[in-house]
């Protein structure tokens, strides 16, 4: 029978956690080749990949989950995880049963297991996970708004169905971005690369994943630089340039914007944690 996980009990090895008001945040390692059986939380659950990589089975789906993925899991949803050669590490905040409830009572949240990369939700969580790093007095009202404003951000996604529905010229843009987001790339050369119109690619991409194409390729690049940042001793002026960013200066500047702290301070956070 597959297993069902309280609140607290999670896979992996716990390098931090704290409980905060309704939520359960910590920061997991998995070794490589890691595998979890089938398996469901008793409460929703976020998730997102910071190094590492796993496919997991979902029903009878797979997908791929790498650095930058978000998940959101519903209560008592089945999956399992398989991780590859390198292991991995995630943040996941886990919320109580009265909160969720509360929340459902309420507003109209997603109820089924989604996965987002870039846009919106990728500032959200880096600001989530910045303050699971400093905990101050304030940390609970500021967890509990961020959270707030991640659930509405995956519900409305999902119900508009933005991610499943999206034409395949499109998928192929997000793809490219992917792959390349450390290049130079204009607008019109991905347009070119796709067949659509420059000023049609831009108001899509917009509409199904609600970020300009810039932002999301930012989002990206920081995401690589905060991974860099949390597991090498590579001289910021070296990532800033490896993640695509025009001089140290503008990565700076780029990535205090984005998780309110600066590239050095981010990096002595996350060492003493």
Known sequence: MPLTLQNGSLYGNNIKSHKVAAFTLSERVYPSQFK???????????????????TETYGKKVRVCKPSTM??????????????NSGGRSFLVEMDSHWWDRIRENSSVVDSSVKFEGGMLSFLSANLYREFQE????????????MLAIIGEISKRAHKGEIHKSP??????????????TEPLSLAEIAHEV???????AQ????????????YTRGLRIEMARQQLASTDIPLCQIALSAGFADQSHFTRTFKRYTGVPPSQYRELVRRS
């Open 195 to 201: 067949g659509v119109h420059p000023v049609h690619l």
């Open 71 to 84: 998940l959101f899991h519903a209560p008592g949803e089945l999956h399992a995880e398989h991780f590859g």
């Open 36 to 54: 979890t059986p089938q398996h469901a939380h008793q409460t929703a659950l976020f998730c997102s990949v910071l190094d590492g990589g796993y």
């Open 204 to 215: 899509a991409f917009h509409k199904h994943f609600k970020c300009t194409i810039g932002e």
């Open 135 to 146: 905990m101050t007095s304030s940390s609970p009202l500021i967890i509990e708004g961020l």
């Open 168 to 181: 395949k010229w499109l998928d192929r843009t997000k793809q490219i971005l992917n792959d390349r987001f």
